[in-house]
């Protein structure tokens, strides 16, 4: 294998290259359209669904599958679905497959290549190459792959190749596969299991055909995965020590799908195939599928549906561009901001996840996002969002986004945050586009056709928080708020969470400045920003512990999160927000902020909790079970630690801030330790920093995640500081420290500022546009369609006035 690093960058950014498939072997890639998922392995597993409308599969595993969401640090193993190419050189017998699994044979040469719009492969062995190629399509259930195959060396060469695509344990009601000429595909079709008749009407109609085709009539193959393995397994099976695949159906066994081409290759030549892989609910489906990809086009172009549909999908991914594009000293971090953060962010706001009913906070987060990529999409997700509000101002737990879709899993279990959501992400929406019109838009209510505006939908939203509290002014928590599986503080309900009270104060805060700028409404303006002031007292009151904020008080009036608790002595939420709500005053501030160094901060990141709990506590919940270290007990849950990050820059901590934004990233540094490429920033990283010190910092592999909406925010608001108010442009950049320059190209309202930053001997910031020197830090009269010059010279040291 090569001595290169373990991955390099490419096409300024937008190319990722892993070279080995051992030395981080959960490396992968996702890709996405509005009707399915595909998250590749560089070592050739695959997790895949699509939606119809719930999520479903078309490669199963070899068990019956219970029906979940994706879960963290998902465990590979020798049977599970895998897109495989076995090579056979026949002359000699010998066999390698690629990526990597199953033979995992030592390589020559391996590079896993991700781009936005593709993943590709290119391995060596044996004096043969083999390139792989996999894209999507805009809309439709199905992978693309291509596959080529070259001799490298000097010699004619007779070479078998076998994809193999695991299709699995599909139904214990019936399940069959076979290969059909005329479609020239191996078709695997299924039933559901189901039990009740009432669902019958529903099943008939879903996609229970899993389908490989190619553009090439294979040599021979085999449909049933026992019989190709035999006594060698997966990795020698022992269907390849004969000359051709034995034709072999699976009747009512697993299937498979495995075709195979025999190629005499002159030396330098290659020869290629295209493959279709995914789900169809019936042949005739299969047959207008192969007609629209494999067959040329004449329309003044020689130009197949295949080559087409690469095409369209490359430029759907593409379409999701941030409306901010950075060229700092560090090269790494600009590409990761300006391709990746934004393909990720598009892929929440694209299609939520594929969910039918996302959890309220996540949609509403997942879009505010959007803002910076397409604000129509965002808006959209408001009114969506509140006309599935109850009059009385409460949010559901999740929104329903098909006509079939209900709350399911966690959306079953009441929260008590979604309303907080609200004003914070209509904020961001407000500052990017102006659009004050959606505030005066008419909605329904899900329990009333009587319409009211945004601004009153989100009146009576605040409404319900503040009635949502005890005696002492602090929100009631029920049986969770941003915290999930918090679930048992609150559940006999009188139990109440520092972090909702202070969100709830935020949120209070951020509505009375949008109701300030943006209407006439003083007295609701006076009236909220008065009831944010008692919550905050009463936060400061009841849960300061002398140098940190607890979490909150339990049903049983016991105040957790503080210096007397063993476990969970301290969590990071309510030290972010309290200074987002204006809780924490300057010496609060500092305290808080040196208990998080030294008791959350690691080489990964800030952890969520420390330290980390063992054992169950009754009094808190399922959050206490799951194990040290992993998700909310005590990793470093990027979602939280984004919301520090982007605190620290209201209060003009830049250095702090920004060293939170590159934890999140992984490095060349730390890749091994952390498992994955840079191209997403995953749910979580292993802490429990000082009681498993070996695991700290293994990356969840999850790329859903709250975290990546707010990562823009701190890199539009913060790092660059260029932020929308009421159609200006406020400057205000928060470089780190040992940044002395930076060139930014921002659009905004239509107009494109292009921005370059510079660190001078000066005492204040000091801005000219367009040559002219600014009397303030604030842009006017922002002309649609101009372009701007915008030059900032800041001081060589960082303002610490913040506080």
Known sequence: MSDRNTYSFAHDGQSITLHSPTELPNASGFLWNSQMMINMNC????????????????????NMEAKTFMQPEHAYFSHHPGRFFYIKDEDTGEIFSAPYEPVRASLDAFDF???????????????????????????????????AIKNLSDRARNISVYPYFSIGYMSWLNQSAAFDSYLNAIVATCVTPYQKVEDYPKLKE???????????????WTANQKAFEGEGGLHNPCALTNQYLAKEEAIYETPVAVLQYQFNLAPQISKSLKLIFGAA????????????????????????????????????????KSNINIASPDAEFNHVINHWLPRQVFYHGDVNRLSTDPQTRNYLQDNMGMSYITPSLTKQSFITSLSQQLSSGVMPDGILLHPDAELKYINQVPHTDHCVWLPICLSVYLSETNDQSLLNQQIPFVDSAKTQSVKQHIDLAMESLIAARDHRGLS?????????????VGH?????????????????????????????????????RKIATEINEAVNLNLWDGKWYGRGITDDNVVFGVHKDVEGRIYLNPQSWSILSGAANKDKICSMLDEVKQQLSTPFGDMMLAPSYTTMRDDVGRLTQKHPGVSENGAVYNHAAIFYAYSLYT????????SIL??????????EKRGQLPNFIPNYYRGAYKQFPNQAGRSSQLFNTGTVAWFQRCIVEGLCGLKGVKGELVIYPQLPSHWNEMEITRLYLGAQFNVKIVRKNINEMYIKLDGKKLSNNIISNIKQGKSYDLNISIPLKNSDNGI
């Open 651 to 658: 209060i003009n901590k830049g250095d702090e801030a920004f």
């Open 206 to 220: 879903f996609k229970d055909k899993t389908f490989l085709i190619a553009d090439r009539k294979p040599i021979s």
């Open 281 to 320: 609910k019936t042949n005739d489906d299969i047959a207008q599928i192969k007609e629209h990809f494999f067959t040329t086009r004449q329309e003044n172009r020689l130009e197949d549906g295949f080559t087409d549909e690469l095409k369209q999908y490359e430029n759907y991914v593409n379409s999701g």
């Open 662 to 671: 590159k934890k999140m990233i992984p490095s060349l540094d730390d890749a």
């Open 43 to 62: 070592r050739g597993y695959a997790i895949s669904q699509f939606m119809q409308p719930e999520p479903a599969k078309y490669s199963y595993a070899p």
């Open 492 to 528: 006999k309900g009188k139990g109440v969470s520092a972090w909702l009270s202070l969100a709830t104060a935020y949120a209070l805060n951020t509505w009375a400045d949008l109701c300030e700028i943006y209407t006439n409404d003083h007295d609701k303006t006076e009236y909220y």
């Open 113 to 147: 290549v991700l781009n936005k719009h593709n993943i590709n492969w290119v391995i060596r062995k044996l004096d043969i190459e083999v390139q792989l190629s996999l894209s999507l399509t805009v809309d439709k259930p199905i992978e693309l792959w291509t596959v």
């Open 476 to 488: 009631f928590i029920q049986q969770g708020d941003w915290c999930d599986p918090m679930n048992m």
